[in-house]
C-alpha cells in the first residue's frame, strides 16, 4: 500500500478541457496552455512517492481532494464543480505517466471525495485489490 498528501491548491482544469484545433484541414485535440500546467504539476508532486515498481495487478485508489475553504467549514462536502470523474481522470493520467502503474485500467475500485478544506491538497491512497 502507498498513501500520502500532496499538500497543494489542487487544480480545478480536467482532463476534459481539450481544444479542437484544424490546421491543414485535419481536426487533432490538445491540451490548453492551463490543462498542460496542470499535468506537469500534478506529475512533479506524484513523482517523490512513485513506487519502485508499478502496480501490474488490479488495485483500489482512494482520493480525497481538499480544496482552499474561503468561507465554507473546514470538511464540508464540496458540491460545486469540477466532477469528481473528471479530476480523477487528470489524476489517473498522470499517475500512468509517472509509473504508479502500468495502465490505469489497472485501477478497478475508487473511493473519491472532495471537500473544503483549512489545509487544500490532494490526499491518495493505492492498494492492491485482494482476490478472493
Known amino acids: 500500500m502507498i498513501d500520502f498528501f500532496i499538500p497543494m491548491e489542487p487544480p480545478t482544469i480536467t482532463a476534459?478541457?481539450?481544444?479542437?484545433?484544424?490546421?491543414?484541414?485535419?481536426?487533432?485535440?490538445?491540451?490548453?496552455?492551463?490543462?498542460?500546467?496542470?499535468?506537469?504539476?500534478?506529475?512533479?508532486?506524484?513523482v517523490p512517492y512513485k513506487p519502485n515498481e508499478p502496480f501490474r495487478?488490479?488495485?483500489?485508489?482512494?482520493?480525497?481532494?481538499?480544496?482552499?475553504?474561503?468561507?465554507?467549514?473546514?470538511?464540508?462536502?464540496?458540491?460545486?464543480?469540477?466532477?469528481?470523474?473528471?479530476?480523477?481522470?487528470?489524476?489517473?493520467?498522470?499517475?500512468t505517466r509517472v509509473g504508479f502503474w502500468e495502465d490505469d485500467a489497472l485501477v478497478c475500485q475508487e473511493v473519491t471525495e472532495k471537500f473544503w478544506a483549512e489545509i487544500p491538497g490532494i490526499y491518495i491512497a493505492v492498494m492492491p485489490v485482494r482476490r478472493e
Open 16 to 46: 476534459q478541457e481539450h481544444k479542437l484545433m484544424v490546421r491543414n484541414g485535419r481536426a487533432f485535440f490538445y491540451d490548453p496552455p492551463k490543462l498542460r500546467a496542470a499535468r506537469k504539476k500534478l506529475e512533479s508532486c506524484l
Open 57 to 95: 495487478e488490479g488495485v483500489s485508489l482512494v482520493t480525497k481532494w481538499c480544496f482552499p475553504r474561503g468561507k465554507h467549514a473546514d470538511g464540508e462536502y464540496r458540491i460545486t464543480r469540477p466532477d469528481t470523474d473528471n479530476l480523477q481522470k487528470l489524476l489517473k493520467d498522470c499517475m
